[in-house]
C-alpha cells in the first residue's frame, strides 16, 4: 500500500463548520450529539494520461461534489458512533456512500488526547461502476478486460491525536488503513489491497 498525505484543515464558528474536505451546517448540536448537513469534496478521481498502457485508453473519471448528512453521538464513558450519508450531486457516478464508525476518546491529559477508531464505507455499484468499472466499450477500444463491480463495503481501522494548544487552538494528526474489498480489487484498474493516509492540521473555534 501507500501513503497518501491528505491536507487537513478544521473551522468551526456557531454551527457552521469545515472539516477538511467537508463543510456544512449543524442542525442540531449539543455536547453529547451532533446532526449536520453537509456538502463535500469527493477527490477520487483518473486520469489516463497519467497512467501506462492500455489504461491510457480508458476514459476520464472524474472527482464530484456529494450532498450529505452526519450523525454524531458521544456516550458519557467516551466512546462515540458517528454515521455519514453522502450522495453524487453532479451526476459523475450517481452513487451513494455511507460511512459508520465507532471510537473512543482517551484524554491522556489536560492537554492530550488519543482517540481510535474502527469502521466501514458502503459504496453502491453506481459509485463503483463509474471509478473502477470498464465498460465493453472501453474494453473493446483499449483491449483492458470488461468489469462491471457490484456494491462494496470497506473495513478501516485508525487513530488519530489532538493536542490543545490554546482553549481556542487545537493541532491534530491522524492516519488510516482501508481494507479494499474485492469489488475494488479486482479491477483492472487498480493495482493494491489497502490504502493508508494520514492528516496534519490545525482546528480553530471562533
Known amino acids: 500500500s501507500d501513503w497518501i498525505p491528505v491536507p487537513h484543515f478544521e473551522y468551526q464558528n456557531g454551527n457552521l463548520f469545515i472539516k477538511g474536505l467537508k463543510a456544512g451546517l449543524y442542525l442540531y448540536n449539543s455536547p453529547m450529539t451532533k ?4 456538502i463535500r469534496y469527493e477527490a477520487l478521481s483518473f486520469k ?10 480508458l476514459n476520464r473519471r472524474k472527482s464530484t461534489i456529494e450532498l450529505g448528512v452526519g450523525f454524531l453521538h458521544t456516550f458519557e464513558n467516551q466512546m462515540f458512533v458517528s454515521t455519514d450519508l453522502n450522495a453524487d450531486i ?8 455511507i460511512d459508520a464508525g465507532l471510537g473512543m476518546i482517551h484524554q491522556i491529559n489536560d492537554h492530550f488526547k488519543v482517540i481510535p477508531k474502527i469502521g466501514g464505507i458502503w459504496s453502491s455499484k453506481d459509485h463503483n461502476d463509474y471509478y473502477y468499472g470498464v465498460s465493453r466499450a472501453e474494453s473493446d477500444r483499449s483491449g483492458v478486460a470488461a468489469y462491471n463491480p457490484d456494491s462494496s463495503f470497506t473495513p478501516y ?15 491534530f494528526g ?10 475494488v480489487k479486482n479491477s483492472p484498474m487498480t493495482n493494491r489491497s489497502t ?3 494520514f492528516a496534519v492540521g490545525v482546528n480553530y473555534n471562533f
Open 35 to 38: 446532526f449536520d448537513a453537509h
Open 48 to 57: 489516463p494520461s497519467d497512467s501506462e498502457g492500455a489504461l491510457r485508453n
Open 90 to 97: 453532479l451526476d459523475r457516478s450517481n452513487g451513494v456512500n
Open 157 to 171: 481501522i485508525g487513530v488519530g491525536t489532538v493536542i490543545n494548544a490554546t482553549d481556542n487552538l487545537h493541532i
Open 174 to 183: 491522524g492516519m488510516q488503513f482501508k481494507f479494499l474489498p474485492s469489488e
Open 195 to 197: 490504502l493508508s493516509n
